[in-house]
């Protein structure tokens, strides 16, 4: 299977496409796909990159990722045994090339602005969740009416976007394998010392080759986007363990020093580590 881009499988005939998942892992490698997804992920937690931003995924979340922006989910098998993930997949066009144009439609025009760069749904939820329940049990039409009611209560929601940049251009193969590497070994290593030869000897490019193409694909440096891993990570450890140190939980995340954690975090997050303990407990 090729990494990028990924095809959504479906009949030639077929509009709209219904995934019901459920997986110990979901499918972890970075991918792009012409068709917008709608996703509520109903069990399973764990990472979510998507574009040039680091995110996480858990139970209720309801999130929207626009045609061909890269993206790629990490379940954490420690939170969970199982991901169970219901998901609409369709395009701009699925339903007529102009139907989405229609004047009727310009009160969910937004919807497809904003989905460029992907979203989470904030508030409310419980008419959402209830919906994509209802989907498994729905014939073809059905389905097509649920999603228009779908995208009309994600128009009316509160919700926070999911990336911030998104590169353009549709990746080639060898660039999405490229990508994927870089961020499966970022994933795996995190917590251990990441040169800069040694990721770029990952990518198959020389060290200033590999800064700019890592660059104008993400928006940030390499740095940046390991230091945000490890941020990502430790905050799932301040969850997961509320009586750990904070130093602790700095060294197992590859952080050589508290000191260092701290700056970085609070950089990342806008609060300490501390701070953010106190929020959650």
Same mark, same amino acid.
Request: hydrophobic residues 35%; aromatic residues 12%; contains cysteine.
């Given at each position: 299977?090729?990494?990028?881009?990924?095809?959504?499988?479906?009949?030639?005939?077929? *509009?709209?496409?219904?995934?019901?998942?459920?997986?110990?892992?979901? @499918?972890?490698?970075?991918?792009?796909?012409?068709?917008?997804?709608?996703?509520?992920?109903?069990?399973?937690?764990?990472?979510?990159?998507?574009? &040039?931003?680091?995110?996480?995924?858990?139970? %209720? %979340?309801?999130?929207? =990722?626009?045609? @061909?922006?890269?993206?790629?989910?990490?379940?954490?098998?420690?939170?969970?045994?199982?991901?169970?993930?219901?998901?609409?997949?369709?395009?701009?066009? +699925?339903?007529?090339?102009?139907?989405?144009?229609?004047?009727?439609?310009?009160?969910?025009?937004?919807?497809?602005?904003?989905?460029?760069?992907?979203?989470?749904?904030?508030?409310?939820? %419980?008419?959402?969740?209830?919906?994509?329940?209802?989907?498994?049990?729905?014939?073809?039409?059905?389905?097509?009416?649920?999603?228009?009611?779908?995208? &009309?209560?994600?128009?009316?929601?509160?919700?926070?976007?999911? +990336?911030?940049?998104?590169?353009?251009?549709?990746?080639?193969?060898?660039?999405?394998?490229?990508?994927? &590497?870089?961020?499966?070994?970022?994933?795996?290593?995190?917590?251990?010392?990441?040169?800069?030869?040694?990721?770029?000897?990952?990518?198959?490019?020389?060290?200033?080759?590999?800064?700019? @193409?890592?660059?104008?694909?993400?928006?940030?440096?390499?740095?940046?986007?390991?230091?945000?891993?490890?941020?990502?990570?430790?905050?799932? =450890?301040?969850?997961?363990?509320?009586?750990?140190?904070?130093?602790?939980?700095?060294? =197992?995340?590859?952080?050589?020093?508290? *000191?260092?954690?701290?700056?970085?975090?609070?950089?990342?997050?806008?609060?300490?580590?501390?701070?953010?303990? =106190?929020?959650?407990?």
């Amino acid at each position: 299977m090729k990494v990028l881009p990924f095809k959504i499988p479906k009949p030639d005939n077929e *509009a709209l496409v219904y995934q019901e998942e459920r997986l110990k892992v979901l @499918y972890d490698q970075l991918h792009q796909h012409s068709e917008i997804q709608i996703s509520y992920v109903e069990k399973g937690a764990g990472t979510l990159i998507v574009g &040039d931003t680091i995110n996480t995924f858990s139970p %209720d %979340d309801i999130l929207v =990722l626009g045609g @061909y922006l890269p993206h790629v989910f990490r379940t954490d098998t420690k939170f969970s045994d199982e991901t169970v993930v219901y998901t609409l997949f369709f395009d701009r066009k +699925s339903f007529g090339k102009h139907f989405f144009d229609l004047p009727d439609m310009e009160i969910i025009s937004d919807f497809f602005n904003e989905s460029e760069y992907g979203m989470k749904i904030l508030t409310p939820k %419980d008419k959402l969740i209830k919906l994509f329940l209802k989907l498994k049990d729905q014939n073809k039409v059905q389905r097509i009416s649920s999603l228009l009611r779908i995208i &009309d209560l994600i128009t009316k929601a509160e919700k926070t976007p999911l +990336s911030s940049f998104v590169y353009k251009k549709k990746y080639t193969d060898d660039e999405g394998k490229r990508m994927n &590497d870089v961020f499966n070994y970022v994933m795996e290593n995190y917590m251990e010392p990441i040169t800069l030869e040694e990721i770029s000897e990952i990518a198959n490019m020389t060290r200033n080759a590999f800064c700019r @193409y890592f660059k104008k694909r993400t928006n940030k440096t390499f740095f940046q986007f390991l230091i945000e891993i490890r941020i990502e990570n430790a905050c799932k =450890l301040i969850n997961s363990n509320p009586d750990q140190s904070i130093s602790s939980i700095s060294e =197992l995340c590859g952080f050589r020093n508290t *000191a260092n954690f701290n700056r970085k975090f609070k950089e990342v997050k806008g609060i300490t580590p501390s701070h953010y303990r =106190l929020q959650r407990f």
